[in-house]
């Protein structure tokens, strides 16, 4: 085999697997979220699936015709790439949500025997092409630089490019069908003297591409962050559920932007009324956009307001638009970029409220977490103003607790809302912090709690400060956000 052919199949094969791997973060997004575990159970299957198929592929390439197998490998490669999109969305909805072990189980099915067979294919080539040991170095150096640019070349085109602008389903389908091409190409080269082998492998790679053709993915949109779903309410014909991912985001309802049905977006509304009671018009800053949930409620209670919400995904705001009934201008306007970004763009002392409410699966993205983000937010309020920040844990609530600890080092004024069982460590819930550099008018939050069916209760002072505990404050130096979420 010429080595600009063996330079090809190098390059192309170490491509698709990190194509493939990419890929996989926002495929099981869906089921099992957007988690630190979910990051190391893709790195880690992937991984193990290179050195598998480098080791098999050498003691391959030492007791068989390599030459002949070297197509029908390919061929076989390219549909297990193809294969990994229905796997994942055939196990996805029976695995549960979140954990190292569903993660570790969908990754494992799906990613690892493409990685594995397509990791065949250098050692294979490295055999090719030793026919004098005395250039043996500089045909493995080639042959692993190739494949290591190819894999360069695919992360880059993945993360950058093809994320963004097309489908995961498409990207996996174009890259799996890519692969059988080449190796029916690199088979009429280097025809088999048995057919069957290629026979089964071409059939293989037609069955799972089929199979994996016909597998409908969970997305109504899927964009460069998110899968996101709009799901009616079967119980009020003008309720949607936005779903981001494996979790509900928010709730609106189409023709009544007052309506709100999360606990947390009425504890939120609460603490905003007592601040600045409805009908007084209000600048509030919102980071996270989703449903837009709240941004509509300021809106349709106080005309005049200026809501500017921070959306770092701006197809998420289109499909709001689309699905949810998003109405931009008269008062609420969008800008779309990272909130570390655009934060300090805005003027300072400027905002009545600014409401924190970003997610990517359940951790507040952790440099929006930190003590600096933090100081950055209470130098844009008023001086009366007020940081809403929503914040989901579950036991033992370590994540929520760094959290306030690291809130109460900014502002002098800060309580927490949420439910009996959450706050007693009992589930998984939401908790919204308010903080102020003024005292907070509790008495109004609580009247404004029960208006809105809210049933949370308000931890402050010395109570506060028991359940608290002793923490660590999250920095940009130091901010353990997966691990804290996920003791």
């Known amino acids: 085999m010429r080595p600009s052919a063996s330079g090809i199949l190098a390059f192309t094969t170490s491509g698709a697997v990190l194509v493939m791997e990419i890929i996989a973060f926002r495929l099981l997004a869906p089921y099992v979220g957007v988690t630190l575990q979910t990051t190391t159970a893709i790195i880690s299957i992937v991984l193990a699936g290179i050195a598998g198929g480098a080791w098999l592929g050498g003691r391959v390439a030492d007791r068989c015709d390599a030459r002949r197998l070297l197509g029908p490998i390919i061929i076989l490669g390219g549909g297990l790439v193809m294969a990994s999109l229905a796997i994942v969305r055939s196990l996805g909805p029976m695995v549960g949500h979140g954990g190292a072990a569903p993660a570790l189980t969908v990754a494992g099915l799906a990613f690892f025997a493409p990685a594995a067979v397509l990791s065949m294919v250098a050692p294979i080539l490295v055999k090719l092409a030793l026919s004098d040991l005395s250039s043996a170095g500089s045909h493995v150096g080639r042959i692993s630089a190739l494949g290591t640019a190819g894999a360069i070349v695919g992360s880059f085109l993945s993360g950058f490019l093809l994320v963004s602008t097309t489908t995961s389903t498409s990207i996996l389908m174009g890259t799996g069908l890519f692969v059988v091409l080449l190796g029916l190409v690199v088979w009429f080269k280097l025809p088999p003297r048995d057919t069957r082998l290629f026979c089964g492998a071409f059939l293989a790679a037609w069955m799972l591409g089929l199979f994996a053709s016909v597998e409908n993915g969970p997305c109504d949109l899927e964009t460069a962050y998110f899968c996101a779903r709009s799901v009616p309410d079967p119980y009020r014909e003008s309720g949607r559920t936005l779903y981001l991912d494996d979790k509900p985001h928010s709730y609106v309802d189409l023709q009544d932007p007052m309506y709100i049905r999360f606990p947390y977006i009425g504890a939120l509304a609460a603490a905003a009324d007592a601040h600045k009671p409805p009908g007084h018009p209000v600048r509030a800053l919102h980071i996270g956009g989703g449903g837009f949930s709240l941004p509509r409620y300021l809106r349709a209670t106080r005309p005049g307001s200026d809501n500017l ?39 300072p002392h400027w905002w009545d409220i600014v409401i924190g409410d970003a997610f ?52 002098p004024h800060v309580v927490v809302a949420s439910s009996q069982d959450a706050i007693d460590g009992k589930l998984r819930a939401n908790f919204v912090v308010m903080a102020s550099t003024r005292p907070l008018d509790l008495e109004a939050v609580r009247k404004n709690l029960a208006t809105h069916r809210t049933n949370y209760m308000i931890l402050e002072g010395s109570e506060l400060d028991a359940w608290v505990g002793d923490p660590e404050v999250l920095t940009d130096d130091f901010a353990p956000v997966d691990r804290l979420l996920g003791s």
Do not use: C, M
């Open 360 to 411: 990517g699966g359940e951790a507040v993205p952790w440099h929006i977490a930190t003590r600096e983000f933090t100081q950055e937010i209470a130098d844009r309020l008023l001086p009366d103003g007020v940081y809403l920040l929503n914040v989901i844990d579950h036991p033992p609530r370590r994540f929520v607790r760094a959290q306030v600890k690291t809130v109460k080092t900014v502002f």
């Open 309 to 347: 919400v921070i959306e770092r995904d701006p197809e998420l705001v289109k499909f709001a638009q689309a699905n949810l009934a998003l109405r931009l201008g008269d008062g609420l306007r969008v800008l779309s970029d990272d909130a570390r970004v655009l934060i300090r763009q805005q003027e």
